[in-house]
């Protein structure tokens, strides 16, 4: 059994530990709670936006033009990695890491041999994992989950959509952890560019009858197109910023509950222990009495 100082040392340390993990939840669940009503307002207005463009191009001809829409052959494809600056989240980082590289190994294959696979990391715990696995990065926007404005991700989005337009990248997808609740987030890989305009049947019947366009249908798409990316990609860092708090206020409330439970498992062995000592000492205090009679 260890000694009671270093049973008092372990109860201090771990009291410290709880300190800190509590305070850490206490801060996540504070981000949380703001990021959560901020995605709360902003998904049914991308929903609706994204409906509205899919309305409008079900006008169109089916053989639109866009710079955007445009199919090609995925020769150059480039991965928009999504995780989070720092630890203390659970599975969080590591577990979007390993879908990620199982993605590309699995769909791009060929690509990978030819050195046409290249990553965008955003956040710091992703930018470690691609280097150690020797992959391209090309960009690292670290920064902006410190400071989350649509004004810094409408930059981000500007820059994949000119990578995109000047034919440096043939596909663009982004990979994330999508916010469900609090304790829940899921996986997700989205194709950012080339922008899939399909509709169903029943929508493109309304449509034509919803609407009226001014100037022409193809200007309004022309305008819209980059306004929903920019929109999208808004949402997308949002969505995985709330659910890093979610996984980091579980995290820590469970850090925090096992702390707890050390503390008492050890103030019982430390009780236990000075028990001992204090029986002991009557044992000898009592012993040496009987040996001066």
């Given at each position: 059994m260890a000694s009671l100082k270093e049973l008092k040392n372990r109860i201090s340390s771990i009291s410290t530990t709880k300190q800190i993990t509590s305070a850490m939840?206490?801060?996540?669940?504070?981000?949380?709670?703001?990021?959560q009503d901020k995605i709360v307002q902003i998904r049914p207005y991308s929903n609706?936006?994204?409906e509205i463009l899919q309305e409008v191009s079900s006008n169109l001809d089916k053989n639109i033009s866009s710079i955007y829409t445009e199919t090609r052959n995925p020769e150059k494809v480039l991965i928009v990695l999504l995780a989070s600056n720092r630890g203390l989240?659970?599975?969080?980082?590591?577990?979007?890491?390993?879908?990620?590289?199982?993605?590309?190994?699995?769909?791009?294959?060929t690509q990978i041999q030819n050195n046409n696979v290249k990553f965008f990391c955003i956040g710091k715990k992703a930018d470690d994992f691609i280097k150690k696995?020797?992959?391209?990065?090309?960009?690292?926007?670290?920064?902006?989950?410190?400071?989350?404005?649509?004004?810094?991700?409408t930059e981000y989005a500007e820059f994949l959509m000119k990578n995109f337009v000047n034919g440096t990248y043939d596909k663009i997808e982004i990979i994330y952890n999508s916010f469900v609740n609090a304790t829940v987030y899921n996986q997700t890989i989205e194709q950012f560019l080339p922008v899939s305009l399909?509709?169903?049947?029943?929508?493109?019947?309304?449509?034509?009858?919803d609407y009226i366009f001014e100037p022409s249908v193809e200007k309004i798409i022309e305008e819209m197109v980059p306004k929903s990316l920019k929109i999208q990609l808004h949402k997308i860092i949002l969505d995985?910023?709330?659910a890093e708090q979610g996984a980091r206020t579980?995290?820590?409330?469970?850090?925090?509950?096992?702390?707890?439970?050390?503390?008492?498992?050890?103030?019982?062995?430390?009780n236990k222990a000075r028990q001992a000592a204090i029986t002991n000492e009557l044992i000898e205090i009592t012993s040496g009495a009987e040996c001066l009679k």
């Open positions: 939840k206490m801060i996540s669940a504070a981000k949380l709670k703001r990021g609706k936006f994204t989240c659970g599975a969080f980082n590591n577990n979007i890491c390993k879908i990620a590289i199982k993605h590309i190994e699995d769909n791009y294959s696995l020797k992959y391209e990065i090309i960009k690292n926007g670290d920064e902006i989950l410190d400071d989350l404005t649509f004004e810094k991700t399909s509709n169903n049947d029943n929508t493109e019947k309304n449509a034509k009858s995985s910023f709330v579980t995290a820590m409330h469970q850090a925090t509950d096992n702390a707890t439970e050390l503390i008492k498992e050890s103030t019982l062995m430390y």
